[in-house]
């Protein structure tokens, strides 16, 4: 029985004061430091009433406490559950009312919107912790945290003390569940054990070669696979350390690239170095590797970048559900647009229907192994229907061999959109846009972008006599959905194509309106 948290100590360095992060402003966040606020983190979750199994909602910015309350949700034996910064109340109330959190960790201006989503599940207050005074319901403390780390949360573990003994749990205990878009239905959980995690983490630091003398530069959010568990995981486990970064700023990256050695990012991270004339090959002589995932990187940019920096950026293939399952490889050929090949201990297939494919047949790609999730959270129905009998799990993605073994993915079964690296379900916005004044019907797209991957577009279908406007039905989806949702364009037009069935044809529209103008 090993907790996760366990599994990352074992590769914390000896020298406890090494850096673990480096902060903007320099300061250094030794491993001791991460030991010592993870554990009074642990100790402040148990206070409050959580028990292990309990899950633990976080919507912070990101900061090194976030990372240590993350630590110190694995050693109590709570369930992390990050939410993107970006969600607003309606998407909020979903995941607590679907997720039942036992206690929730927010930024100071966000603690009202969350205390009115609790007492509107459950109206019945729940007495002050530790002195702090919290609006919540019954089994639900709303804690705060903001992005120096300071706030209600603080107070309480800043009154712990140093030592807590891990809590034990068995690999198949649940160490977190994050939210994932699909395109059928809500958003659903899908549940990461503590043996999906470390089997990934494990597999990614050999397979990447990450040592101690690592320096990655983290510029991702940390409330997705990619940054937190990821990023994160190779370099705790390996005893590396980190420029933890805010967020992605061209010229912030290139300033720290002569000071780290790997890089993770999404296609939108290198396509924004690629558009500033200063980046080149100078800016990159100490950089081992360029990892770039969450979605497709054009094979344009591929190509482009390893003229400008004599490097190949190094594709992989992963989702919320896996982990990682697939990826080029640290020495050998890394081939434009493909993400190479199946990590250790992991299964991958291509099938079309129960046929497995040969090289260059397009087929559905399926996946097994310790990283692969065990289900959805209080969804026995749909579980069954996302793994094969033989224990598989359907990703949804479509798939092919090259005759070199390596996997390409050409595209999705269904609509899912990813921009910016993050996952966008066109029926969420749909509903929402067709319930605006004015609107028959509507169809949400994705269509090729430069920066982004994928940009977000709506069809809309007006009522007779009734008149869109464009930047009017932008700005009330701002007010409801995340940013990253909300349409970047919106076109009108007389009817949606449609099939003899009369199913909306998207694939027409993506055609159509392919030119983001």
Known sequence: MMNLYTFLAQGFPQMGEKPAMILPDGQQISYSTLITRSAQYAQALVNTGAQPGDRVAVQVEKSHEAVALYLGCLRAGTVFLPLNTGYQKSELAYFIGNAQPRVIVCDPGKRETFAE?????????????????????????????????????????????????????????????????????????????????????????????????????????????????????????????????????????????????????????????????????????????????????????????????????????????????????????????????????????????????????????????????????????????????????????????????YLQIVGREKDLIITGGLNVYPKELEEKIDALPGVLESAVIGVPHPDFGEAVVAVVVALPAAQIDEATLIATLKADVANFKVPKRVHVVAELPRNAMGKVQKNLLRQQFAALK
Request: proline share 6%.
């Open 117 to 405: 989503i609790v007492s509107t599940l459950n109206p019945d207050p729940s007495p002050a912790v530790a002195g702090v005074s919290v609006r919540s319901a019954p089994h639900t403390t709303v804690l705060t945290m903001d992005i120096a780390g300071t706030g209600s949360l603080a107070e309480i573990a800043n009154t712990c003390g140093a030592d807590f003994a891990t809590f034990a749990r068995n690999p198949d205990d649940l160490a977190a569940i994050l939210y994932t878009s699909g395109t059928t239905g809500r958003s659903k959980g899908a549940m990461i054990t503590h043996r999906n995690l470390a089997a990934n983490a494990e597999t990614l630091v050999k397979f990447w070669g990450f040592t101690g003398d690592d320096v990655l530069l983290h510029m991702l959010p940390i409330y997705h696979v990619h940054g937190l568990f990821v990023a994160l995981h190779c370099v705790l486990r390996a005893g590396a350390a980190m420029h933890f970064e805010p967020k992605f700023e061209p010229s912030r990256a290139r300033a720290l690239l002569a000071k780290s050695t790997v890089m993770m990012g999404v296609p939108t991270f290198y396509t924004r170095l690629l558009a500033d004339p200063n980046f080149s090959k100078v800016e990159c002589t100490t950089i081992r590797l360029f990892v770039s995932g969450s979605a497709p990187l054009l094979a344009e940019s591929h190509i482009e970048f390893s003229a400008r920096t004599g490097q190949a950026i190094l594709e992989r293939y992963g989702m919320t559900e896996t982990g990682m399952n697939t990826s080029n490889p640290l020495v050998g050929a890394r081939i434009a647009g493909t993400v190479g090949i199946p990590l250790p201990g992991v299964a991958v297939r291509v099938r079309e229907g129960e046929i497995t494919c040969g090289a260059n047949e397009i087929g559905s790609i399926e996946v097994k192994g310790e990283n692969i999730f065990p289900g959805y959270w209080q969804m026995p129905e749909k579980n069954a229907e996302e793994f094969t009998a033989d224990g598989f799990f359907k990703t949804g993605d479509m798939g092919q061999w090259l005759e070199n073994g």
